[in-house]
């Protein structure tokens, strides 16, 4: 039982993870209908940012405290990412407006190839450490009532409250601002929304602000779990199945759909892993939000999708 | 008509001269060293000091001593992040070069089988120093490989050896159980073989727990182990596995103590930033903790000093345990050319199989250890026809929150287990691949 | 006149018959319980102002909606629902309103590919372009041909459909529902922003094909004076619902279809 | 001047509907096959042949048959890799089975295999479209990877779950040597390439390209859906799946699931983007760019003399792909084999432009 309840935390806190990167996945595909495959590889860069710039910055200006370090160097990470959106809004979407999904799809691919060969071209491929001072000691609750008590992991569960604090605060973001309706009116329909005078392009530019800014923190997450390295980039790839659950227009379809696979793959590997070996939470994930489509093509929360002729 | 073809292939022949660097005529009093590395993709941390080490060494060769006999060595790094077909890329751009390739170090298991396969119909030696196909040992089948130092499998033993004697004796292994981690790969399935005849043998419990590369994801894996309680942990992982894993132990909190990593799991790139989290992790290694050792005077003396280090800081990489590892691989293979020499004439150009018979020949005395400033890092080696290991003890190390201590003494690989297992799985090899395996005079 | 009279006579019994057709999207009606038929050989159009649900009944006739109520009898068969392919197959072939050709490929493969059903050469003979194969291929290229001298694009045989002007890619569209050799043809807005010219070019293709192939047609078009003039019996349609139904002349004097036209209220 | 097809009038549809309609164009590549079987095996290196031909004409197999499924039919896939697994996976088993069963055979078969796998994952395309269905390939490619490190059945129970390939023969000869090698590989290319020519120029071809650029249209013409798109999947799996057993028997000679990663399958992507999306000759352009640039990038500041470090290469060689992918998408959508035909009708005019 504890045992069960153990791999359940750690499947949701995994989950929370994956629900903020998805949510960087929608954000970006309600708005510009773009599914961002470069989501891992911003991961990566901003993470490698936040490393280097952390060790960076207290040499150039010579000081010691860590917790000034991580601030600015969290700015200039923040502020790279924006401007990085901003470039891609500029040389990259501008020039796609109304190309296919899968146009789009490819032309992500190729900026998260050559995001990958920037981001250690700059800041170097070596593993590089980010200590924002994240408990790493593991706590053990209710011993009373489980032998053994119940361990929880008190970074994955820092992890998983800052990632949920974020989602919280974009949803209602998008929910109550005006930004936030001038998307949800893009999401509906480009031309109208154009035609009452919202400028697409800032939208487009504010959403990859957005999915940079959830890529930032995520990549803090995992670097100062895992270390930054290239390795960031395919981490990403683990989110792909929560937005195809959820519905790659759905807000909380990617919260609910983080914390789905964030278990059901943990679960899986955990007990049905064993039967055949081991090893296969990378693709139940996948398989899971495969077998789903075919029943709800559009995801849980997606919206149904009818052609016209 | 006729014109056209003849255009077509003249400009196909500059095209293959130009990309293809034909074969140059042999030039004398040069020895061509290629070296295959991984400084980026996944692994890059083990792969960057490890490159370093393997160059740094061949400089201060040609530096301190003009070369081997005089001839000067020539070496061209050529990129692999870790992927088998730009191995083999790399293999066939680099073995022809400059009088052909004294000998490949391969660096990844995947990429060891693939080479090796090439290697043997154009005649070049692998040295695959502590990894590749642990039955290639056997020098009657695999006439060109050489797993100098030690296997997976010697290592493998080693751990177990340390575990009974802390445990108080091999018959105290009994019900013990005994969980293997490993990167899901060629690299990280060797050692399986030889743990579940030490199983069966010791009596203890082997779990296994693949972990899908790159390897970033282990909480399940750890989450069995919690629920498993293994008494100890065999880790072999790379590059970024290996932090995690010993994160995710502390997060499961199992004692660090009771982990042992292969050696490419236990470099300070690997712990270094976890600091005291890692400490008494284990790890087992062919040759004693990083820095010591006259060959680090002279390399600061005649290659840093003069700012021709590969590690441009001098800082980051220079003395790790991994680029120790990797001026160890260079020595062996400038050893090799030398011996090599002695037979066929000092200060030549040595062909590759003239190489091999170099390092089929190796005869590393502790007093010539001393005389390369390498003694008090690592064992005398001594190979033969039969046997390409040349040496099979190593040793544990453990990490203190600082460094790797050194905390035992040395082990040699049980012979009465090892032995067997290679033997066979060679003659399996030398079935698949239809080979005859020759007779050592 | 005379022309008019020759082709009452060949006009026969009926060949389509809609009966109480209902459909709608999520909550939009888009048609109300509407109920016509077609006869053999003849021209009928379905007028409407935008939205009354014209080409959603089309959609409707080949199987690319499925109404939710009402059934379908084409030539003696009964249906709920119809499929497109089953549609192709009983000779239904449709042109489409915005254009839905095949913008990547030739002229010639479009209307080549209007020829599927007729092609039976399997997989392996294609491959290989055995004899078979390629006397089909061939077989077809010269129907094909006739098609394109028939409509004039011969000179655009082998440029990609996107690359041509507007006027032409509507005869592609039609070739494309020739090459089916159809017994019904159904015409989304044959001529939605054309010149008057070529208005006249495509009234005429459109009786020819009903005169020579003797092909029965359903169409769809604004322009009411080409309707007056070329189609047999028109319905009229206006918010999903049937307003009118008979000859060019009834339809003209029906007190509803005026208001509905002039939006004149009482 | 020279490049004309004035004067040359088609008498019969048969001649029209020739691959190469233009006298020139046959002459072109008379010569390039007589090169590519006679003069190539005489003149190259060692090297080019192994390191760079081999695997061009490999690849450049793989992207036809990737190019038939995303090119011609639209239905991207981003699980080609996978689909090479399987071939190659297949083929070695069956030698290792049926030691009797002759090279060409185990590869063909390989191919059959992979053709039943494409399929199954294809059976999500009739349902799913576009995106969802790109993530529906991925879970073919992770499933796959994950299948062949895990049941040791397909490896044979090898202890390190890595396979290798024994001395290769054909028909009686030798399949060793660098040369050997090429002209075994040659023949394959030139074989499944003319057949996928046939196939993409027929009828199913029409199809495939309907369901492309107006599905709803192509049902209304009498298209299966089912058919076409199931089509297309098994006959670009098939082709992936032989270049797949080409890959590991005549390339690698040994290798793990790792050779067939999702990297492979993005690689072969960018070919086919490059290359031309829905043309033939544009997969052979894409390998070839693709193959080569690293060379490039890795000799030619040696010939300028600045050589630049091993892992700057690598670097740049990411962001080089990364901006050209875009640069394509945005500017060339049908690629280098577009530029190609667009030189060629400047040819024709030439010297005239009027």
């Not at chain 2, 751009?93 to 396969?117: C, E, M, N, V």
């Not at chain 4, 399929?119 to 529906?136: E, K, N």
């Not at chain 4, 640069?327 to 667009?342: K, N």
Request: charged share 20%.
């Amino acid at each position: 039982m504890a045992f069960f309840l153990e791999t359940l935390f750690g499947g949701l806190m995994s989950g929370m993870l994956y629900a903020l990167i998805g949510l960087g996945f929608v954000l970006i595909f309600k708005a510009s209908g773009v599914f961002n495959f470069a989501q891992g590889a911003m991961v990566l860069v901003a993470a490698l940012a936040m490393a280097r710039f952390s060790v960076w910055i207290p040499e150039w200006l010579g000081f010691e405290s860590l917790l000034l370090a991580n601030i600015l160097a969290f700015a200039v990470a923040a502020l790279m990412m924006f401007v990085l959106a901003w470039l891609i809004e500029r040389l990259v979407l501008r020039h796609l407006v109304n190309q296919e999904a899968t146009t789009l799809l490819m032309a992500t691919l190729g900026i998260s190839y050559f995001l990958d060969g920037l981001g250690q071209f700059t800041f170097g491929s070596s593993v590089y450490s980010i200590n924002v001072g994240m408990p790493k000691d593991p706590w053990f609750a209710f011993e009373s009532i489980f032998e053994g008590g119940l361990l929880i992991s008190l970074e994955d569960l820092t992890a998983a409250g800052v990632a949920a604090l974020l989602v919280l605060a974009l949803a209602l973001f998008f929910q109550f601002t005006g930004t936030g309706r001038a998307l949800r009116a893009v999401a509906d329909d480009h031309q109208a929304a154009q035609s009452v005078g919202i400028p697409l392009n800032r939208i487009w530019v504010i959403v990859w602000c957005v999915a940079g800014l959830c890529a930032l923190v995520a990549g803090i997450i995992w670097g100062s779990k895992f270390g930054v390295q290239f390795t960031l980039a395919t981490a990403a790839l683990r989110a792909l199945p929560v937005v195809i659950l959820g519905g790659l227009t759905s807000i909380p379809g990617a919260i609910i759909g983080g914390l789905i696979i964030g278990m059901g793959e943990k679960l899986s590997e955990v007990y049905l892993g064993p039967l055949v070996g081991g090893g296969i939470e990378i693709w139940f994930a996948y398989v899971l939000a495969l077998v789903f489509l075919l029943f709800r093509p559009q995801g849980l929360f997606g919206e149904k999708i009818i052609d016209r002729v | 008509m006729k014109r056209a073809i003849r255009n077509v292939t003249a400009a196909l022949a500059v095209a293959a001269g130009a990309m293809a660097a034909v074969p140059a005529s042999v030039v004398a009093a040069e020895q061509f060293v290629p070296l295959l590395v991984y400084r980026t993709g996944s692994f890059a941390p083990l792969g960057i000091p490890w490159a370093d080490g393997k160059l740094d060494y061949l400089k201060l060769v040609n530096a301190r001593d003009g070369g081997v006999n005089g001839v000067k060595i020539v070496y061209e790094e050529c990129e692999t992040a870790y992927a088998t077909d730009r191995s083999v890329e790399c293999y066939e751009r680099l073995k022809g070069q400059r009088g052909g390739a004294s000998g490949f170090d391969s660096q990844s298991t995947g990429a060891t089988f693939a080479i090796s396969d090439k290697a043997i119909i154009d005649k070049i030696p692998v040295e695959t120093m502590g990894y590749g196909l642990s039955q290639s040992v056997d020098g009657t089948v695999f006439e060109w490989n050489f797993p100098l130092l030690g296997t997976y499998w010697t290592a493998a033993d080693v751990m177990i050896q340390d575990i009974a004697k802390k445990e108080g004796g091999a018959d105290k292994l009994k019900g013990k159980k005994i969980a293997l981690i490993y990167h899901d790969s060629p690299y990280g399935k060797e050692p399986i073989a030889l743990l579940q005849r030490r199983a069966e043998r010791d009596g203890f419990q082997l779990l296994q727990y693949p972990v899908t590369a790159p390897g970033v994801e282990q909480k399940s894996t750890w989450l069995q182990v919690r629920q498993q309680r293994p008494d100890y942990v065999l880790l072999w992982s790379a590059g970024i596995m290996t932090p995690t894993a010993i994160r995710e132990a502390q997060a499961v909190g199992f004692a660090r103590e009771k982990m042992y990593s292969i050696w490419w799991a236990g470099s300070e790139g690997d712990v270094r930033d976890l600091g005291q989290v890692a400490k008494g992790y284990n790890t087992v290694t062919i040759h004693n903790s990083a820095a010591t050792g006259r060959v680090y005077e002279d390399l600061k003396k005649y290659v840093y000093d003069k700012n021709e280090g590969s590690d441009a800081s001098g800082k980051s990489t220079l003395g790790t345990i991994a680029h120790t590892r990797g001026m160890m691989i260079s020595m062996l293979q400038v050893e090799a050319i030398r011996t090599a020499q002695e037979k066929f004439g000092k200060g030549k150009h040595m062909t590759p199989e003239q190489v091999r018979w170099g390092f089929e020949n190796l005869n590393l005395t502790a007093a010539r250890l001393k005389e390369l400033g390498f003694d008090e890092i690592m064992r005398p080696v001594k190979t033969s026809c039969n046997n390409h290991m040349g040496d099979d003890w190593a040793r544990i190390a453990q990490w203190d929150g600082g460094a790797f201590k050194v905390v035992s003494d040395w082990y040699q690989a049980d012979k009465s287990i090892v032995d067997p297992l290679v033997k066979e799985m060679a003659q399996r090899y030398a079935k698949e691949k239809n080979i005859t395996p020759r007779t050592c005079g | 006149m005379t022309n008019q009279d020759s082709r009452n006579t060949r006009i026969a019994d009926v060949m389509l018959d809609m009966r109480n057709i209902s459909l709608s999207f999520g909550g939009v009606k888009a048609l109300s319980d509407i109920s016509f038929n077609v006869r053999e050989h003849e021209i009928r159009a379905i007028i409407g102002p935008n939205g009354a649900g014209k080409s959603s009944m089309l959609n409707v006739i080949n199987g690319v909606y499925v109404p939710q109520q009402g059934e379908i009898e084409f030539q003696g068969k009964r249906f709920d629902r119809m499929t497109p392919r089953r549609a192709a197959e009983m000779g239904i072939a449709r042109t489409f309103q915005n254009l839905a050709l095949f913008k990547g490929m030739s002229v010639l493969d479009n209307i080549m590919a209007g020829r599927t059903l007729h092609m039976k050469q399997g997989l392996f003979a294609q491959a290989l372009r055995i004899g078979p194969a390629l006397a089909e291929e061939n077989r077809h290229r010269e129907f094909v041909e006739h098609i394109v001298d028939f409509l004039e694009i011969q000179a655009s045989r082998k440029v990609p459909v996107g690359r041509l002007p507007y006027g032409l890619q509507k005869r592609v569209d039609l070739g494309r529902a020739l090459a089916m050799e159809p017994r019904l043809l159904l015409l989304d807005e044959p001529m939605a922003g054309m010149n008057i010219e070529e208005k006249q070019d495509m009234s005429r293709f459109i009786l020819d094909v009903n005169d020579e192939f003797g092909t029965t047609i359903v169409l769809i078009e604004h322009d009411m004076g080409v309707v007056m003039d070329i189609s047999d019996r028109v319905v009229v349609l206006d918010y999903g619902k049937k307003i009118g139904d008979g000859t060019p002349d009834e339809v003209r004097n029906n007190e509803d279809v005026i208001r509905a036209y002039l939006g004149v209220d009482h | 001047m020279f490049y004309r097809e004035n004067g040359q009038f088609k008498t019969s549809y048969r001649a029209d509907q020739q691959i190469f309609p233009i006298l020139q164009d046959r002459v072109f590549i008379a010569i390039l096959l007589a090169v590519a079987f006679v003069a190539v095996p005489l003149l190259s290196s060692d090297y080019f042949l192994r390191g760079i031909l081999i695997p061009f004409l490999i690849l450049a197999l793989a992207a036809v048959g990737l190019n038939i499924l995303v090119g011609y039919c639209g239905q991207i896939s981003l699980g080609t890799g996978a689909f090479m697994a399987v071939g190659a996976y297949a083929a070695w088993n069956l030698g290792v089975r049926i030691p009797a069963m002759p090279l060409v055979l185990q590869i063909l078969v390989g191919g059959a295999f992979a053709t039943l796998v494409g399929v199954i994952f294809g059976i999500p395309s009739l349902r799913i479209r576009g995106l969802y269905l790109a993530v529906a390939t991925l879970a073919a490619q992770f499933f796959v990877d994950w299948a062949f490190l895990r049941v040791p059945y397909f490896t044979n129970y090898s202890s390190s779950g890595s396979v290798s390939v024994p001395a290769l023969t054909a028909f009686g000869l030798p399949v060793q040597t660098a040369v050997q090698k090429y002209i075994f590989v040659l023949l394959f290319v030139v074989v499944f390439t003319l057949i996928a020519k046939n196939l993409v120029r027929g009828a199913l071809g029409r199809q495939w390209m309907a369901m492309r650029d107006m599905d709803v249209a192509a049902a209304v013409i009498g298209i299966r859906p089912v058919y076409a798109k199931l089509t297309a999947f098994a006959v670009s799996s098939f082709i992936v799946g032989v270049a797949g057993a080409l890959w590991g028997f005549i390339h690698l000679g040994s290798w793990e699931p790792l050779a067939f990663d999702l990297n492979r399958s993005f690689q072969l992507l960018f070919m086919v983007i490059i290359g031309g999306l829905g043309s033939i000759m544009g997969s052979f352009f894409g390998a070839a760019f693709i193959v080569l640039v690293p060379v490039a990038l890795h000799s030619i500041p040696r010939w300028f003399g600045v050589p630049l470090s091993v892992d700057t290469v690598f670097h740049i060689e990411h962001m080089v792909f990364g901006a050209l992918i875009v640069f394509f998408l945005i500017v060339e959508p049908h690629g280098l084999a577009r530029l190609w035909s667009i030189a060629k009708e400047k040819l024709r005019m030439w010297p005239f432009p009027h």
